[in-house]
């Protein structure tokens, strides 16, 4: 029993890991929890019951819980959008392979074309908009090409040129240092796109070091064209070490794990604050109050405005979606307060009128969408998406009668309810990192 108590415990351990891990079978962390759980399931089928009943249950729930982690891990590593996912990062392979690493093995110079950085811009786009969860398989994806991008995007940008030997003493090494970087930009590639099976990070960052040590023992004072010849050239090397440095840290999962980037976290810091925010704007409103913190909400959303998203889509779907709920408790207030201020004149036009009643209902039934946090098989979902459906009918019932104030305010007033409707399809949509 002591014995199952120990396993127990050590199930528990690896159940978050377990719960967490979203990649692909043949990653290094799944092999460790396969081979874990694995050892776990053999000790339990390993203890001795002696015939009683309370140890064979015990030894049977234990049995289970493994069992269940291990299936867990399995169907969550074999899911279709893991498959799709690899699919698309096989094509990626496919790619470099035939348009950099070939002829670099044939001995020549990989020449970057303008089809290769639009066929790797076509790839990154079919991953953002594959209707699959954004989690960790698909950020890693994303992360290389996104990294492949910037490095054949910037050879095709930047195009240093060589400066004549004649110049200075200097310029025929640095020429010499660009042909070996650009070599091993195509090996930077092929590492990325795991192509690369005798290069490591480590070695190629050895070497573009080196490199870098050398350009700065070269004497080019007095000669302000070679100094920003040799500028360039650093540049280039710095470009790539950058990528190395990133990928040099895939072995540990936490490199894929878009909950762990810092650029997220800035903005789960975000959208905490504006969860608390729109918590007490909807407690003082429910008691006859108008609470207004939008010069608060004003700096979250120049906040997320500077928030770095390296040009990663998965970063820049969460920096939009945060975005959006700042925008969604702003509107909720000024709609608010533009209702409490309102001073109706005797002589306003029924039409008008009728407008304003609508709006006033659109405040009421944003409350509810603000504060809504079910699924969109809930009763509270449909029945808030169909009074939401009623007043945009309402509104398109009015008829303004040639009143230009009133075909302004309907028209607005449609834009809010459409925005609404969006907000609450963003809300259950299930998207995730």
Known sequence: MIRLYEVQREVQSLGPQVCTFSGLKNEREYRRLERELTRLLLEVDQVDTEGRADLQGARKRAAQEVEGLLRYLEENATHPSRLAIEELSREAQGLVEQGVVEPQRAGGTAEISDELVDAVQELILRLTQ???PLRKARYRALTRLCAVQDVIEGRTRQQTLPLSEDTHVAVQRINQVMVQVSGARSQLVALLMGLSGRDSCA???RVLTELLVELDALDVSGNAAVRNYRKQVVEEINGLLKHLDLEGEGDDTRRYDLAQNDSIRQIEAVRGRVGQLRGEVLRHC????LFRPKPELQSLLTHLDQVDTARNPCIREARRRAVLEVQAVITFLDLREALICRQPGSNEPP?????????????DLQAQVLCFNGKRADKSYILLEEL?????????AVDPQGDEMTKVARKQAVKFAQNILSYLDMKTDEWEY
Not at 351 to 363: E, I, K, N, T, Y
């Open 351 to 363: 039409q008008h009128r009728a407008v304003w009643m609508v709006l006033g209902s659109l405040s």
């Open 203 to 205: 070695h190629l960052s």
């Open 388 to 396: 939401l459906t009623k007043q945009l009918l309402a509104l398109d």
């Open 130 to 132: 594959e209707e699959v």
């Open 286 to 289: 429910g008691v006859g109050d």
